[in-house]
Nanobody, 119 residues
């Protein structure tokens, strides 16, 4: 089992920045991908960005050029730097970890952290 603990959410004005962090409870030696999803009120959870252990990243079109994901494998931590925030970025942000082995795929989720962007 792996626990994911998020921090860094809050209230910010449009155009501002926030940095989210997500720490895994243990080291992961299998192939894995960490990332962030978000869920706005009344909407489905959507992918924001992912990063592999090797540093390959993927971003949703809506955040390209504004958000940056990074990870520190020694600290088992992934970060999300969010710049030029817009009101439509408001939502609960969830950290996600997918571990892939030869025999199975395991998904883990953090508890979520609220991000509110005021106009």
């Amino acid at each position: 089992q792996v626990q994911l603990v998020e921090s860094g959410g809050g209230l910010v004005q449009a155009g501002g920045s926030l940095r989210l962090s997500c720490a895994a409870s243990r080291s992961i030696f299998s192939f894995n991908v960490m990332g962030w999803y978000r869920q706005a009120p009344g909407k489905q959870r959507e992918l924001v960005t992912t990063i592999t252990a090797g540093g390959i990243t993927h971003y949703a079109d809506s955040v390209k050029g504004r958000f940056n994901i990074s990870r520190d494998n020694a600290k088992n931590t992934v970060y999300l730097q969010m710049n030029s925030l817009k009101p439509e970025d408001t939502g609960v942000y969830y950290c996600h970890l997918r571990i892939v082995t030869a025999s199975l795929v395991d998904d883990y989720w953090g508890q979520g952290t609220q991000v509110t962007v005021s106009s």
